[in-house]
């Protein structure tokens, strides 16, 4: 029992000298590089490249990159405080050097708004857009700008005509006389010096074709000297038929809605109500 014991012993503490040899062979076995300076192992321990395998792979890729033409090779530049200062590689790319260096061409009887061109410059500049780049923005926008005002002009178009038809259904057969008087109050009492056709265009812009006729056909009709129609033919100007019966039906409405103005109106009373009644019946019955 004892021997058994001893031998046991023995297999254990050879087991343990094994595996203490072992240990001291690992902890004295030579690193690839330990022949090499300080400095290189140093940075073969940073790149971690703890088989020579590694590092040859690591040399072949740096040949195929090197590989590469060197004016193709980008390097990002730094400052002293190790940013990146940019305006190399965008030169590089394509940038002008100047916000002046930007060429664009507008098509020809394209409106360009100058002061905006050159804030667009200013900031393709800053955020290093190249001459191609913004050439295809500039172009991109043009066309954009082209089609809306291709749109706003037909749509222009079209209310245009049916403000001229709702005008010309309303007016009837006063339709010629109203217009005419509106192009002479026009002329008669818009400024001197003034650009009449602009000036017009913005307003009818802004409040229609409908209206603006309107508010200047009444305006010169409000203004001209009433002349009764006659038989002898040829354009009078005067108040015809078919105004005097819309005239007298808007002032019928009017005085309808006034009690006041009603009540005096039925008692017959010759007030400016009653001898406008009286002159339109007598245009009407002409």
């Given at each position: 029992m004892t021997d058994t014991i001893t031998d046991q012993q023995n297999i254990e503490a050879q087991t343990a000298t094994d595996q203490g040899a072992q240990a001291d062979t690992q902890a004295t076995q030579k690193q690839w590089f330990d022949d090499?300076?300080?400095?290189?192992?140093?940075?073969?321990?940073?790149?971690?490249?703890?088989?020579?395998?590694?590092a040859i792979e690591s040399y072949r890729n740096l040949e195929k990159f090197q590989g590469a033409d060197k004016n193709d090779i980008l390097k990002l530049p730094k400052n002293e405080?190790?940013?990146?200062?940019?305006?190399?590689?965008?030169?590089?790319?394509?940038?002008?050097?100047?916000?002046?260096?930007?060429?664009?061409?507008?098509?020809?009887?394209?409106?360009?708004?100058?002061?905006?061109?050159?804030?667009?410059?200013?900031?393709?500049?800053?955020?290093?857009?190249?001459?191609?780049?913004l050439d295809a923005l500039f172009k991109a926008d043009v066309e954009y700008t082209q089609k809306s005002y291709e749109s706003y002009a037909n749509d222009l178009k079209l209310q245009q005509e049916a403000d001229l038809n709702d005008l010309k259904r309303e007016w009837g057969q006063s339709y010629e006389e109203r217009t005419e008087l509106a192009r002479r109050f026009i002329n008669k009492n818009l400024p001197d010096g003034l650009n009449k056709e602009e000036a017009l265009t913005k307003i009818e812009e802004a409040i229609g074709t409908k209206a603006m006729l309107k508010l200047f056909g009444n305006a010169g009709y409000s203004i001209k000297d009433d002349t009764v129609p006659h038989a002898g033919g040829g354009a009078t100007y005067g108040m015809t038929k078919e105004q005097a019966i819309y005239e007298k039906t808007r002032l019928m409405e009017d005085i309808k809605s006034d009690p006041a103005r009603l009540k005096e109106y039925n008692e017959g009373k010759k007030n400016?109500?009653?001898?406008?009644?009286?002159?339109?019946?007598?245009?009407?019955?002409?």
């Open positions: 090499m300076p300080d400095e290189m192992k140093g940075y073969i321990q940073n790149k971690q490249w703890d088989t020579p395998l590694k405080n190790g940013e990146y200062v940019l305006d190399e590689v965008y030169a590089k790319l394509g940038r002008p050097e100047t916000v002046d260096g930007y060429k664009l061409d507008a098509p020809d009887g394209f409106n360009v708004d100058q002061e905006r061109v050159n804030t667009v410059k200013q900031i393709a500049h800053s955020v290093g857009i190249t001459q191609k780049q400016a109500d009653r001898l406008k009644i009286e002159k339109y019946n007598s245009l009407i019955a002409f």
